[in-house]
């Protein structure tokens, strides 16, 4: 038996790259899929209708969504063509984003709302229904699509690490509101080749992080395998598999609990503020 058989997965972004990998690899496990995309080739072919039809014609079940998801009516349409093809919304991987890289002071206002437009908002306009459809049906799994940028940082990122920063909170808060309904949520933090990067590496290093390793962290989040995990953030790549998570220094009091604590006391107590570890930082993770 697949992995996935008689789910229904909806995936966003999914014309390419990551996204079409996820989609296929979900369909060969049994999935039918939603592959949404507004995106389209040098010809002005649809790229999802390009991935749907390529699912069905290797006997798998997929039809494409083409609207532009960060509306909230786009978000209603997506659940909406999930229902209408396939009577089930059981797997959401929000995975559409966007890159508009320019250093703080380059940055126009029409690129900082871009960027957070596709990639933050069009996570609440698909969600939103799709988790009242979960809710009401017996549970489900979504994935939310963070990034190092917005973990760690990246240099020129100040857009695009603000709105994969807010897909964490965005999880975190989603995970205690889907917990007693059976609504699994993860964050997914991939790295894998896409058309930007790809000009930039060699033979071995583009096979390392082809997006198919990816998929396999994204299927083993959505499937049976991880149990009733949720709550969790994954960083995946070709290179490596890893929880991310927050992890406190030891503290000291605060002054409700020591009165008269000073801006001195703070310094003077540093090794208990701080941790000693380096933080982690976007070089890290190519290791």
């Not at 494409?64 to 009516?73: N, P």
């Not at 809710?135 to 799994?141: A, D, F, L, P, Q």
Request: aromatic share 6%; net charge negative; proline share 2%.
């Amino acid at each position: 038996m697949s992995l996935l058989d008689g789910k229904v997965a909806l995936i966003t972004g999914a014309g390419r790259g990551l996204g079409e990998a996820y989609a296929r690899l979900f369909a060969k496990e049994g999935a039918a899929v939603v592959i949404n995309d507004v995106g389209r080739d040098d010809q002005g072919r649809s790229s999802a209708e390009a991935v749907a039809a390529a699912i069905r014609e290797s006997g798998g079940r997929a039809v494409a969504h083409t609207q532009d998801i960060s509306t909230t009516a786009g978000g209603q349409s997506l659940l909406a063509t999930a229902l209408e093809a396939f009577g089930r919304a059981d797997i959401l991987v929000n995975n559409a984003g966007i890159l508009r890289d320019k250093s703080l002071l380059k940055l126009e206002e029409a690129d900082w709302d871009l960027v957070l437009q596709v990639n933050l908002k069009s996570m609440y306009c698909v969600t939103r229904p799709v988790f009242a459809w979960m809710k009401e049906h017996g549970g489900g799994v979504i994935v939310n699509t963070s990034s190092t940028s917005g973990l760690v940082g990246n240099f020129g990122q100040s857009n695009y690490g603000a709105s994969k920063a807010g897909v964490l909170g965005f999880s975190n808060v989603l995970a205690l509101e889907g917990a007693k309904f059976g609504v699994r949520v993860w964050t997914l933090a991939p790295a894998a080749l896409s058309a930007l990067t790809a000009p930039l590496m060699g033979e071995e290093m583009k096979a390392q992080l082809a997006p198919e390793h990816v998929a396999h962290a994204a299927l083993y989040m959505v499937s049976s395998l991880s149990g009733t995990r949720t709550g969790h953030t994954l960083f995946a790549s070709g290179h490596s598999i890893r929880e991310l998570k927050l992890v406190s220094a030891e503290g000291i009091p605060g002054a409700g609990y020591h009165g008269g604590l000073t801006a001195h006391d703070i310094a003077a107590a540093e090794d208990k503020v701080f941790r000693s570890e380096a933080a982690l930082t976007i070089m890290d993770f190519a290791k």
